[in-house]
């Protein structure tokens, strides 16, 4: 029996939601470190980091879920590293970012390389929504997916209601934005600054992980294919705001998709204009966006990149 | 000595020490429930001092502190506030990009997680009421004008249940009618048996709205009055009263042309208020034309007018005949307009570079030290030895980081690069602010002698005695205007006073 | 609780201690990394330095891969100074090579080889200076954040690559292109099987350049005056849009003439990897050598090293390429937290309870 046009159109949909899912755990996560001040690089390394000891933990224990909780935990110690330099050290977070991405990567495909190729056995499975997954169409695209893709809508509902309906959300916004007034009223400002780029981190090896231990469950060098560095540019895309960044990330993992179909179908050309799209609207997107700060105030971070030192003007 | 149940606060023997310098030399201070008590002094008397211990930011090295009779201990802004004090700077702390409702809890413990905005805002709007004045709760601070803000820094003190209330020059910020909107809420509340504390250098304010008050000087305490016993004249003596200071020898020559001319100057500050109110000044060649003023009326702006810094959206800058009105600050230099910044290490020195670096900044671009597309270091070298020697400028290594020179050499630097010059005006903007003696006896000296060559010397400062010790003619700036001009040679300081003061010649 | 006091100076020994110590510790790090994979470091270390100067051949090639890594570092030093954080070398680098190659793939067959390759040079050179000019612009129009900008156009760049590659440029479908012929390939200095090529001379000459420029010209002093202090350097008359505009071009140049070189030297044919990483790599380079483009000749040659020397080990030890990326970080990282030294005094103190009371040390005054 044929595969008509719209079961192909469902797979493709539901096949972005996955890659979707990749983007959107490592763009939660910087969206957060950004909005505290820490401009965070190295995605890409952190992905990397969380994809590999994510393979490994799931490889000797059996269990995958095991395997991205050691990967996040892995990627966050990294992060750690990135916050202690930046924030307490005072050091240029660009540079930091980049050596951080550069460090994972090779970190990664030093001790990958005895894991090569080697496939996990018992990978995540999609759970099936009881009820919400007959839904026709919709159904199968968004309800008959695994844990993590769900994670990933509830924490989207969790981090938007976190920064704009909280506590917590007033004091991260406010070291983001004015880290002097946030001190003066008595926020903890390093320490803040610590739990979201350490927090970001474990969301970023989340993302590595769940390639590893779902999507493919097996080690190449370099899995993560510049994933972490698309993240960079959809925080941007996304304006710092967790539903943006759902769009963004779900986005591109279509174009993604799609990009796949058509390789099957052997049209590149269209393909590199296509995986073109998305870099070219962000960089229309960070330009709108400066242009719109001056306006209207929402945009990037004021304090993003600046190291906060209490005892200087 | 009043019954101690009727004084909210006591403040006693309060001194606070700092390199060099005594701020507070144990003063006392006493407020009374549901006053109005505003302090009084010019700049550097000890007032913000005095109220940042009261706060909490400052720890007092003798005296001690009692409210409603109970004696405190206040290590952190934290712990005032748990006392009932609540202060407003100068500088709002405020987030633009959140509300008002944000803002106001921020970094509060009480506070639990989920944001309940309806029962905030509701609490806000009640204090609000109280006071009779509006705020809409779920506004952005951006949105709001600087009036609007400084009611939500109010709040925040409110909110947090301050009894004692301190302001820290609250007007500076505002026009004014949102000052007659700021007195009408603190009278209110006022009859709610708040106790305001404000700090102002402004009589009309303290003569219109305060029952009490207390006047510092140079660390000490002047006195204590009731407001209605006195008048402003009385007060602009006790602010200032001093008797004047020897005066610097200088040539006896005559006042030369016309150099500078500013005519009805009006400009904005960087918080989009109207810092020059239609100011005119006139600065004629071999005289230092001093401009007095508290802090705050419109120097910075007035300088940077003429400097090229700032934009003028009104008014004209004539140099020399030559209209300048907003030409940028190459022409202005080439015009023979040198300046000397109160910020050594903002507009004026390049921190990170060396001094041989910072010395060529305006010479680099002509012969010698130009050899085409090239620098010729070595001339760059022999010109800041030059200077280094002509203006005795400690340097201990020409090729370290400006930076790493004290203040006072920065200055001189500083002084010597632009004096080389040879300007027809030169501006000196609080020039020995931070100085040691040698160093600012120095600059007071170079002063004169660029004055007995010829050169219009505009010498804004904060220090009025070295305005009197340094002058030919002194011009008073309050809120953007010039409200006066007096011959340094006779000088009635409570004139002066007055002026500074706002009680002369400003608009009502 | 860390108290940070900013210093008077910084003592010399510290400038040269700070990157000592941290080359030291990032070798330390990377050996750490080798024993939880039961290498023996010190095994390792040798075969690289084997690897990279062990033979005439192997030390030609570790010059012909510090040969790109020269010529974008000396750019970075002059852009890096100014703090305009070009990340975007990768992508100018590919224009570069993009614009160079279609010369040398689609233009006149006959042309001589010293016009052929001039041209080349001069079309990658410009492709990579219009590949920067545009974040530039941007910079000092609308304030845009350089480091995202170039970031996301080094991908626009790289799916500009693919797209020609998999389009009309490449052969039988395939994403190659056809071999340079002899015209186009930029001369070799040594006999085969040594790739190192005359780009070598190009990268010292923009060494030596970029650092007469910071150091000796009118406009290097201005970049300097810009990235210290930019209101003192407006106020002096310099002109920060020439300044940016001129100092971007040079460093997109630079990056440029790279890609274009190496391809045309090394690889001789343009494909989807053309080393465009060394890009990423330059900025490590430059940030070691402490924006100073001649020390940063030698950081070159040394990670150049680096890379030749894991290549070997990877062939011969079999110790994954990776470990060449972590001990580069390392080093970095070690470099960037020791960097705070050289500015600050650090101490440990009591815990003070005001954040502002901190500032009655700093200020001293009323």
Redesign the interface.
Known sequence: MNPTFGSILIKVLAGAIQSGTILLLPTLGEVLTERSGV?N?GLEGLMLIGAFFGFLGAMKTGNPYVGLLLGMVAAAAAAA?HA??CV?????Q???G???A??G?????????RWVSQRLTTPIKPMAIPGLSQIPVVGPILFSQDLIVYAGYILVALFWFLLFKTKVGVNLRAVGENAKAA??MGVNVVGTRYFWTILGGALAGAGGAYITCCIHPYWL?GITS?KG??A??LV?FAMWNPFNALVGAFLFGGIEAMQLQLQAGGT??N???L??LP??T??VV??VA??IVRVRHVG?PKELGIPY????? | MEGQEQLMLVMSNIT?R????V??DHVNFALRKGEIHALLGEN?A?K??LM?VLD????PDEGEIVIEGKRVDL????DSMKHGIGMIHQHFMLVDSLSVIENVILGLESQGFYIDKKSVAGRIEAIAKKYSFRVDPYAKIWQLSVGEQQRVEIIKTLFKGARILILDEPTAVLTPQESDELFGILREMKSEGKSIIFISHKLNEVMSVSDRVTVLRK?RLVGTVDTVSITERELAKMMIGRDVLFRLERKDIEQGREVLKVEDAQAYNDRGIMALNKLSITVHGGEIMGVAGVAGNGQVQLAECI???RHLVGGHVTVEGIDVTNA???TL?SAGVNYIPADR?????????STI?NAM??K??QEPM?KG???D?GAACTYADGLIEKFDIAVP?RN??VK?LSGGNMQKLLLAREIEENPRLLIAEHPTR?LDVGATEFVRKTLLEQRDNGVAVLLISEDLDEILMVADRVAVIYEGRIVGIVDAHHVDIAQIGLMMAGAVGAKA | M?R?E?R??TPVRLRVIVPVCSVLLGLLVGSV?ML??RVNPLRAYGAIVKGAFGSAYTFSETLAIAVPLILISSGLCLVYRMKF?N?GAKGQYIIGAICGSYLALFGPATMSRPLLLTLMMVLGTLGGALWAIIPAL?KVY????E???T???N??AS??L??FM??TWGTRGF?LSKNFALNAQLPRILPAPSRLHIGLFFGLAAAVIVWIIIR????G?ET??LG??E???????INVFKTVIIAAIISGGLAGLAGIAHTSAVLRILQLEINSDYG?TA??AA?LAGLDPLVAVGISVLLAALEAGGYQIQIVMR????????????I??CL??G??VTHYRITLTRRL??????????????
């Not at chain 3, 209101?231 to 008359?237: E, I, S």
């Open positions: 401009l690089l590293i202690f330099i307490t050290l005072r050091g240029n660009t540079v930091t980049l050596a951080l550069i460090f990567t090779g970190l990664t495909s030093f001790y990958g390389d001190d003066a060098n510049g560095w698309i960079v540019a941007v590149y050309i393909s590199a204009l995986s073109m870099y070219i962000t960089f960070i330009i400066t242009l990037t030192a209490r005892e200087e003007k | 606070k700092f390199p060099g310098i701020a507070n550097g000890g913000s001092t940042n909490g930011i400052y720890y290590r952190s802004p934290l660390g400097t090229g810094l940028t600050p190459c230099t290490l903002g507009v004026g020195l390049v921190p990170n570079l670096e900044l305006r680099y671009r130009r597309a090239f620098i270091y290594l370290a980081p790493v931070g | 860390l940070f900013k008077d100076k990394v939880f994979a954080f990340i941007l609308w304030n845009v954040n480091v995202i900008a970031l996301l156009l991908y626009i799916y500009i693919w797209f998999y389009g994403p000796k010209t009118r406009f002093y300097r005056v210290d202090n209101r003192a350097a407006r106020y002096a008359g990423y900025i490590i940030w110790v994954p390429f990776g470990i060449v990326g972590v001990i580069e970080s390392s970095l990282f960037l937290a960097e705070i309870s005001t954040p502002l009371a901190l500032d009655e040390r700093a200020r001293g005054a009323a």
